[in-house]
């Protein structure tokens, strides 16, 4: 029954593409285009960008979070339209099937690959190069960069700005949030979506933490177990900022969970992991009481959090500071 519902929810998101894109950008008089990628293939493996009047100041690419569609991603935020009527490039790429089970892989491949297409296409100049995304598309990100900057190949673009909104890093800890929603047994939207998501960790990792700790930290993002934060380390020269809305009393209201799950605990071990090695620009931005849903629920996982318009001026003083 869960995969099913993983499916409708896949085609959900692709049925409201045309409708939500059509509305929020004719509303925002943004230049736009979707581009896909494979002909016979309009779920996956496509991206939608946003195109400044001018000369394009930089690209933003910004991943949604588990299987979100570009036109989700608008529809939770307003930085995609914000940042490209500042004068930057915006990409919102869909990369994997929802039913992909190594979705993080797949996201990875994709991304080494057009993100170079993306810097030729729309003129990028160079070192202008923004990453991010809100939950597991923000992990993505971050796990993008600390690639680039580990392996440090010509081919794969090194970003000049990171940022995540409330992504989970710690592969580890977010097994362990998962056990305890599944045993807690109290919402059924997060015993959903634990029950699913330890079903992929299994076949990914090859079963628990325990049996598999090695796994866990390579595709962790920050490892809090591992000398200077594992992969996270990688980032220890580049500007980062984690989005959080550091809600306890909703977590304990609406989930009967605690601090020590909450993503909260990843994204501040990381940037004070990041600030011991120093790194002077990793900041954890506190967003508390401002993560909302579309139809003005509150709910602290929301890409709403971010100030768009403070994000523009803070990657307008990285790039052009003197």
């Known amino acids: 029954m869960r995969k099913n519902n993983f499916g409708k929810m896949r085609n959900m998101h692709i049925a409201s593409t ?18 896909y990628r494979e002909k016979n293939d309009s779920t996956q493996n496509y991206y939608m960008a946003l195109l400044p ?4 100041k930089g690209l933003l690419l910004i991943i949604g979070g588990f299987c979100a569609s570009p036109a989700v991603v608008i529809n939770e935020t307003t930085l995609p339209v914000t940042a490209c009527k500042a004068g930057y490039t915006v990409i919102i790429p869909a990369l994997y099937n929802c039913d992909s089970i190594n979705s993080n892989a797949i ?4 991304l080494i690959e057009i993100i170079p297409e993306l810097i030729k296409k729309y003129n990028i100049p160079a070192n202008k190069f923004i990453i991010g ?7 993505q990100a971050l796990f993008y960069a600390e ?18 909104v409330d992504p989970p890093l710690n592969m580890k800890r977010l097994w362990n949030s998962f056990i305890h929603s599944v045993q807690l047994n109290f919402s059924d939207v997060a015993v959903a979506e634990a029950t699913e998501q330890l079903r992929r960790f299994k076949i990914l990792y090859g079963g628990s ?12 993002s920050y490892f809090a177990d591992a000398k200077d934060g594992g992969n ?12 959080c809305d550091p809600d306890i009393s909703w977590i304990i209201e609406k989930r009967r969970g605690s601090a020590e799950f909450m993503n909260m605990s990843d994204l501040s071990g990381c940037i ?5 090695l120093g790194n002077n620009n990793a900041e954890f931005i506190n967003c508390l009481g401002k993560g909302f849903k579309p139809d003005g629920t509150r709910h602290p996982h929301f890409f709403s959090m971010l100030d768009a318009d403070e994000f523009v001026l803070w990657a307008n003083k990285m790039f052009y500071k003197k």
């Open 18 to 35: 045309i409708l939500l894109l059509s509305s929020s950008l004719q509303l925002a008089a943004q230049k736009s285009e979707i581009v």
């Open 53 to 56: 009047d001018s000369t394009s």
């Open 107 to 110: 996201a990875q491949k994709r």
């Open 133 to 139: 995304g809100q939950s597991m598309g923000g992990h």
């Open 147 to 164: 690639q680039a900057f580990k392996l440090n190949d010509k081919n794969i673009i090194k970003p000049d700005l990171v940022f995540g």
């Open 209 to 220: 933490p325990s049996q598999n700790p090695k796994k866990y930290e390579a595709f962790s």
């Open 232 to 243: 996270a380390k990688y980032l220890k020269n580049v500007p980062v900022r984690l989005y």
């Open 272 to 276: 004070s992991q990041l600030k011991i």
